[in-house]
């Protein structure tokens, strides 16, 4: 089969411009057979691959990538390693949920920093925590209130923070409250996603810049590319929303473009103007309405705001622009005091979402197993399925399996138009319900 959309990487990626230059791996060349195929170089196909390579050290895996790990989604992300599910939920069975889900991505934080440690993989990691903060009293009362009660029928550690305490950790006026939940990671998304690519074990090869073209499924796996072809008994599937181009998880994805922008570091005076040492990262209560940001161990300050539907999965080249100077007026009103300090880069990046949240987990076909959809979470989701994914592949035992089994499977989505007319309209009433955490 032809692969009819492939992945272009407009070469905006902010984490990865501020990075020193990488030498990528070499593209597929000829003709390479292997033991086994991991298609994509996200967290999910790079946890996938090192989890195979260690259940057989004997045996043989190639990860195929059609463009460069760390500036795909993986690397253009908000460097959140998010331990806790975003909403808890209060009745026993969405209590055990969230345990189930925190048990998956504590295994996968731990996994990743066992990795980044071992190799000394010079990404910034941090268990730094993160602010979860509502800028209004409405949103106080409607979302944080229920989350602090929440985390502590759940037995786990918060502070709660308001006024001038609250100002003193962010610096910023903007918010009303906040709940600080100590586990969550805070890192440099392209600097993990290469460093991830760039420490595999012996028995794993990464070809990078090698979109794969055609697919064939009969006897083993057969993956074309621009100058060869990669054949294998099996393989994960861990190419995310580009999965469907493939004939895989129909009708199951909603495919969603985010924007981001990073500031220059901000100069000594300015530092001392606004008066925050401890760098931070802080979650909006409302995902649409509200922003993600960041300050960074290098004096960055990240604004992560906007999400719009996308089902072709393209940039257009003009957006860019205008997405930046609408970041730059939302930082001017979020940091007064640092008017004057300008956003630097400006880059966005798909996020692949089912219609329940649920995971495209599980064996696809005889000889093809699926770790894709990772529902705006994929530093922990990404990477526990993977290594899910390789463990079940294997048939090898993980008690975690119910864990991830129990996260369901995306349900089937309505057929475009219908879908296309239903999401804008339910975006806009989530924007318009919401403006009062913007
Ligand atoms: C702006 C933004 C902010 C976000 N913030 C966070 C955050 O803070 N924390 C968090 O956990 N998540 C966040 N996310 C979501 C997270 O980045 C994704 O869920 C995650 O990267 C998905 O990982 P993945 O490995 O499944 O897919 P991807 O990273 O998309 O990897 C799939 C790979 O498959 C490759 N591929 C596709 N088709 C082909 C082909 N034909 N041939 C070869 N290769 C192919 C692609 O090039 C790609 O590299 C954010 C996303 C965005 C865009």
């Not at 890192?187 to 991830?196: D, E, I, K, S, V």
């Not at 004939?247 to 199951?252: A, E, L, S, V």
Request: aromatic residues 8%; hydrophobic residues 40%.
């Amino acid at each position: 089969m032809d692969i009819k959309r492939l992945p272009k990487d407009d070469k905006t990626n902010g984490w990865s411009a501020i990075l020193p230059q990488r030498t990528p791996h070499a593209c597929v060349q000829g003709d390479v057979t292997a033991d086994w195929l991991v298609l994509g170089g996200g967290y999910a196909g790079l946890a996938a691959a090192r989890r195979l390579a260690t259940n057989f050290p004997d045996q043989k895996i190639v990860l195929i990538e059609a463009g460069r790990a760390g500036e795909n989604a993986s690397g253009r992300n908000s460097g959140f390693g998010i331990d806790l599910p975003h909403n808890v939920g209060s009745s026993l069975d969405e209590l055990e949920g969230s345990h189930r889900f925190m048990r998956l991505a504590r295994m996968a934080l731990d996994h990743l920093e066992d990795v980044v440690t071992t190799h000394k993989i010079d990404c910034d990691w941090k268990r730094a925590g993160k602010y979860h903060t509502a800028v209004s009293e409405r949103g106080t009362r409607d979302v944080l209130d229920p989350f602090r009660k929440e985390l502590e029928a759940l037995a786990e550690p918060y502070e709660w923070f308001e006024g001038d305490a609250l100002l003193s950790k962010l610096g910023s006026p903007h918010f009303n409250a906040a709940v600080y939940t100590p586990h969550c990671v805070l890192m440099n998304p392209a600097a993990l996603t290469r460093g991830l690519a760039d420490t595999m074990p012996e028995n794993v090869t990464v070809y990078e810049d090698s979109p794969v073209t055609q697919a064939g499924f009969q006897n083993g796996v057969q993956m074309t590319t621009p100058h060869g072809t990669v054949r294998a008994p099996k393989m994960i599937m861990a190419a995310n929303g580009f999965s469907e181009q493939f004939g895989f998880n129909q009708r199951k994805f909603l495919h969603l473009i985010a924007h981001a922008s990073l500031t220059r570091p901000l100069t000594k005076d300015e530092r001392t103007a606004y008066g925050v040492s401890q760098s931070w990262g802080l979650t909006p209560v409302n995902a649409f309405a509200g922003i993600t940001m960041r300050y960074t161990d290098d004096h960055r300050i990240l604004i992560r705001q906007g999400l719009d539907y996308r089902p072709n999965q393209r940039i257009g080249a003009h957006e860019n622009a205008a997405i930046r100077a609408r970041h730059q007026a939302l930082f001017n009103d979020r940091f007064p005091k640092l008017r004057g300090v300008e956003m630097e880069h400006t880059w966005s990046g798909f996020v692949c979402l089912s219609r329940n949240g649920a995971p495209a987990f599980g064996q696809l076909a005889p000889n093809v197993w699926n770790t894709t959809c990772q529902n705006a979470v994929g530093v922990t989701k990404g990477t526990f399925g993977g290594i899910l994914a390789a463990d079940m592949a294997t048939g090898r035992d993980n008690p975690l399996h119910a864990d991830m089994l129990s996260l369901g499977e995306p349900d089937i989505l309505p057929p475009r138009p219908f879908l296309d007319i239903g999401v804008r309209a339910r975006f806009k009433w989530e924007l318009f319900s919401n403006r009062h955490e913007a």
